[in-house]
Each structure stands twice: as C-alpha cells, then as structure tokens.
C-alpha cells in the first residue's frame, strides 16, 4: 500500500512538479512601470529564460520573438520610435506573462559621479518650493541601488518614479534641473538614470578591460586584486574590529609621543607637505609627525602663531608638549595660537597627530602654508619631518570597504548591468576625490568616456561639470590642486562630443557641496540643447584664445564672447587674473575690459611672459559673456617633465 501511494506521489510530481520548476521570463531590474525608452534609436529589450525558450515582446505596435541562449539570456531589438506614450509593454514567456506599464519614449541620459551627483533635491536651494512646484509627470528618475563589485554584473537594482512633488526631494539634483530645462525646452519626456557614490574616485567607475591596459604607473595606489568580495567582506570584518577597538586605545598619548623629550630620531622621515598615500600607500588611521626647529633667544617665550596649512582628515597639535589645537575636519587651513611662555630659545618641537578616516591623509597643504610666526619673523616649517604610525589599517590588515578600495567596482555593479540600454547621453559632476592626482586624470577621464562609449557601441554626447570654487581664499598667487583638475576637465574637451559646464563662480568657500544645483543643470542643459537639439543658444562662457604681451601689458582675447565681455564689478575691475616674468614667481594683477579684450597689469612684472586667470582652490570670478556664463580658468605656463617651468602662447595642460 506504502508502495502504490509513493508511485502516485511521483507521477502527480512528474505532472505537476517540473512545470512548477522551470524558470520564469525575468528581465534586470532596469525595466519597470513607469520608465522611459529613448526615441529615434534602436532599443534593444532583455531579460532571461530557460535554454531555447521562445519569449515574444510586444510594444507600441511592434511585435518580436527570440528564443534565449545557452546562457539563457534573449534579447530583442525594437526599431526606432517618435516620442510619446505612455504605452504597456508585453513579455510572453511559457509560464508567465510580465506586463510594464506607463511607458514613455522619449530622451535618456545617463548622469553619474560622486556626491555632488548623488546630491538630493530635498537638500538645496529653495528645496520647499522646487518640490511643491515640480508637477513633471513627464519625467522620470531611476536611482540606482548602490553596490559593488569585483566581476562585472549583468543586474542592478531600482526603480523609475514619475516626478512629482512626493517623489522629486529624492532626486538627483543635477539631473532633475538638467532634465526640468530640456523638458521645458523640447517638450518631451525625460527620462534620467542617475548611477552616483559620494566620495568616489574615478578608477572605481571605469571598466576592468579598459584599466587593465593601463601603463603600471596607474595601478600602484592598488596593492592587491580581491577576487571573492563575499569572502573578503568577512574576514575584513573581523579584521574591522580589531582595528577599531586599536584607535579606541590611542596608542602614543599615553607613552608621551608628544613631548618634547620624546625621542623621535627612530621615526621614519617623510618630506611634508605631502599626501601621505605617496609614501605609506593606501593607509588610513593615526600617523604621528614631529618637526623640530630653532628659536631665537630674542623671541623665546613669546606669543606666537602656528601655520600647518591643510590636514586630512583631522588632528591634535602640540608645541613642546603643551597641546595648541585640535581641528575636525579635512579641507581647513590649521592655524592655531600658541601661547607665552610656550617657545624655547634653540631647540624646538611641533607635534601632529593625524587621524585619517579615508581616502588622502596627511598634512597636504602647501609649503609656503607651513611656518611658524613670531613677533612678525616667520620660521618655514616644510621639509623633512619625522613620523610613526601610530595604529593604521594595514596593521590589522583591514581594507575601507568601499567602491574605492580597486578599480571598476562601481563599473562593474552600477554601470555594466544597463550597457544594453538605449540612451541618449551622459552628464558626469566628479573630480574632487582625484584633485590631489590632476595629472593621472588627464588619462583616467578620457579612458573612462570612451570606455563607455566602447561599451554601448556608439559615441553619445558626455558633457560633465567643471569643479566648482571651493576652500579660503588665496592671499597670494599658488599653486591648486583644485586648478590642476579643472585643467585636466577643460583638457578632456579634445575628445569629440563633450562639453563643460563652468561653475567656478557658484561654489561655497566652506561646503564643497555648493546647494545651487539649479545653474548647473541649466549650464548642463544649454550644452545639449545647442549640440544634440539645435537650439540657437549660447552654452559657453568665454574661453580663452589668445595673449599678446606689449610692454608690461598681457592682453588677452576670448572665444564664446557672445554679445561681448562683461564685467560684474561697478569699477570694472576683473578679479583673479596673475602674471609672472622669467623669474617664474606669480602676482596678482590688475585686470580691466578694453573692447572685447582684457588687458592685465602688474607693477611688480615689467615683462611678463606668463597669465593665469581663476588658478586657485577659490578664485574672485566676475568675468562673463553678455549671456551671463562665466569665463574658463586657464595658464598660459605649463608643466614640464623634468620639473622645468616654461611658457607658451596658448592654453596648455
């Protein structure tokens, strides 16, 4: 009886159990109610089945069979269709039927980068009132789930939402201003794709077929490949903890490190200002620095003022053992007080405890930055300082885990899964992880677009925001890292079909998340509306041409001067221009609009050979076309590989 009951069990299970088993049309998570398809090209549409299962797609009249792979991926290709909806599309498999509705066709760009892409509308200017107004049903945003990974994945998670005032606050700022201007202009659907990770460098976004092509000197910040995240992930965990209950411990407080008895001649040595990565490589953590000098009799004893320039992330200082300061915070200039009574005559110690969380480290900033004031006599302070790791990362074999511990993690993750899809273009708003790296961006940045481009298979427009101004203002001409950047940006313009978006007059001296993102997705938009929309609009502000020396006069012209220069300054003085003769030292000069052209004067240059305009961290921008877009920064000197200073006649990188 047990016998006749199990064999009617198995052929109710044979009927019955394997239909139940076979895997149903699924398709990646780019495709749900509500998306956007682009218009006038090719779409192709995808998903998976079981091996050599017939999978029909129908929509807006057009019908398409395919049967899936070996791999058990199909794929089908609808041919180009004229904007409109919102239509439902159809995906029959064998056992079930997947229906998306509310479909529009219409223009799809892609917008990707680090925090100031990621940043949210709920979080800038005039939030209340953008959200209580934004009623664009024919938008639409797709916010990609973060993720991360070492093999290039073929899914990604998210969902396309209509915008409206629920759901707008949690949009892309950038993007949504950029697609609000091409809707207000074209009158059609928008569909943005916005594929962002704050605090990203942009190693991490380019594909593992194009870094690894690579020259060596690209891939040495990188110590070693992980192959099985999931296994890492563990184990990086268990070595997390002990890492941080060492920080919690604060090993070198209480052995004194700070002292000025304290001997610090075992210490390694390490030349400062610098990021410390160039020298310890990817280590995060304390590091202790110490920098002994001389002292006067005549000034011992006295009030004094301690200069350290920038510090990554933060620190605690001491002079002669009695601690002068302590700052949080990476991107603030350290000047502290040091009191009566403090100074020595002959020998003395600064000490600095740096804590890095992640990314850069150390006292980066610049050397003129680092000295020590005394009744009006400075004491320079850079040069070779000793250090000690105190507790790092690396000591407890512990790796940040996130998108930037190797390259194309986020490619591979947040990118890769949607090459298939259709869009119209790219906008990119990303540089400032790499700011202290300019010269490696001049190669990571066109790689990376046309990386992209391999990987759909055709060249889309790719315009991206040129960083914005940002930190104190210099007092004097110097070199920025920040300029060095925007440089290499403005450089990658010899790629065809890109555009930038100048933005180096809208920045916040103290947040390097400026909330005005409404001008730079209007900035963004001009540049498509003219180059993939025909508008007749201006979408660059000047750029600069030429420079022609007479006497002690530099005069410049610009292209993209539209109706003419313009000068937001009611004495007609342009801020931020800076010449140099032979001698290779910057000033700031005095600079004013003759015509269409800006003449630059400086009485401390009688022959000047060199211009910079707008080259700091933080530049005074007020020079303009009639349109209002602000002019580029540029350099007329340039760096050369032997460490040479030379000048030409010309923009040059």
């Not at 079981?50 to 089908?76: C, L, M, R």
């Not at 030349?271 to 020298?279: A, Y």
């Not at 302590?326 to 600095?352: D, F, K, M, W």
């Not at 750029?543 to 937001?568: W, Y």
Request: aromatic share 12%; charged share 20%; glycine share 10%.
């Amino acid at each position: 009886m047990q016998r006749h009951l199990l064999r009617i069990l198995l052929a109710v299970v044979c009927l019955f159990g394997f239909n139940s088993l076979e895997a149903k049309v699924t398709m990646p998570g780019i495709f749900t109610d509500n998306m956007v398809l682009q218009r006038d090209q090719s779409v192709n549409i995808w998903g998976w089945a079981d091996t050599g299962e017939t999978v029909e797609v129908s929509f807006n009249g057009q019908k398409k069979k395919t049967k899936a792979g070996k791999d058990g991926k199909w794929i089908v290709q609808l041919k180009p269709m004229s904007f409109g909806g919102p239509y439902t599309m159809s995906i029959k498999g064998k056992g079930n039927n997947i229906q998306l509705t509310n479909i529009l066709i219409g223009e799809v760009w892609l917008c990707s980068g680090q925090s100031n892409m990621e940043w949210v509308v709920s979080n800038s200017n005039s939030a209340d009132e953008e959200i209580n107004n934004a009623n664009y049903p024919q938008i639409r945003s797709f916010n990609v789930v973060k993720d991360i990974s070492t093999v290039s994945k073929d899914d990604l998670k998210g969902n396309w939402e209509v915008c409206s005032p629920a759901t707008v606050g949690n949009f892309s700022a950038v993007a949504y201003f950029f697609a609000r201007n091409l809707y207000e202009d074209l009158q059609m659907p928008i569909g943005i794709i916005n594929s962002s990770w704050g605090g990203t460098d942009i190693e991490t976004w380019i594909s593992p077929e194009a870094f690894s092509v690579l020259p060596q000197q690209f891939k040495s910040r990188y110590k070693s490949e992980i192959k099985d995240l999931d296994a890492f992930m563990v184990t990086n965990a268990v070595a997390r903890e002990a890492y941080t209950k060492a920080l919690s411990q604060e090993p070198g407080l209480q052995e004194g490190w700070f002292k000025k008895d304290h001997n610090t001649s075992t210490w390694e040595t390490m030349n400062v200002p610098q990021l410390w990565e160039n020298v310890l490589g990817n280590v995060d953590g304390y590091v202790w620095f110490s920098y002994k000098f001389n002292v006067d009799p005549e000034f011992a004893g006295k009030a004094a003022k301690l200069s350290l320039g920038a510090i990554d992330d933060n620190d605690i200082t001491w002079t002669n053992g009695q601690k002068i300061g302590e700052t949080i915070g990476y991107a603030v200039n350290r000047v502290y007080n040091v009191p009566e009574g403090v100074l020595q005559s002959g020998t003395n110690i600064v000490t600095v405890r740096v804590h890095d969380t992640g990314n850069g480290g150390g006292l980066y900033g610049k050397p003129e930055e680092l000295y020590l004031s005394v009744s009006g006599n400075n004491i320079p302070l850079a040069g070779n300082w000793n250090y000690k790791p105190g507790v790092t990362n690396t000591q407890f074999n512990y790796v940040d885990a996130g998108p930037n511990m190797q390259p194309s993690l986020l490619y591979n993750a947040m990118i890769n899964p949607i090459k298939d899809l259709a869009i119209k273009g790219a906008i990119w708003y990303q540089g400032e992880n790499n700011a202290g790296a300019a010269k490696n961006y001049q190669t990571f940045f066109p790689t990376m677009i046309n990386d992209w481009r391999n990987k759909w298979g055709y060249d889309f427009p790719f315009y991206w925001v040129q960083l914005a101004n940002y930190m104190a203002k210099d007092t004097i001409p110097v070199d920025s890292d920040w300029a060095r950047l925007r440089e290499a940006q403005t450089m990658t313009l010899s790629v065809p079909k890109t555009g930038q978006a100048v933005i180096v007059d809208i920045g916040e001296a103290n947040d390097i998340h400026p909330r005005n993102k409404q001008d730079v997705g209007r900035r963004l938009a001009l540049i498509a509306l003219n180059k993939d929309y025909g508008k007749d609009v201006v979408y660059s502000g000047p750029t600069f041409k030429s420079m022609e020396v007479s006497g002690n006069k530099v005069i410049i012209t610009f292209d993209n001067i539209a109706g003419g220069l313009q000068v937001n300054c009611k004495y007609g003085c342009v801020g931020s221009f800076a010449v140099a003769g032979q001698d290779k030292i910057f000033h700031f000069a005095r600079a004013y609009k003759e015509g269409d052209k800006i003449i630059v004067i400086s009485d401390k240059v009688n022959n000047p050979v060199a211009v910079r305009y707008g080259w700091s961290n933080n530049p005074d921008i007020n020079l303009y076309n009639s349109v209002g877009l602000p002019a580029c920064p540029f350099r007329t000197d340039k760096d050369c590989s032997d460490g040479c200073f030379s000048f030409s006649n010309g923009y040059m990188g």
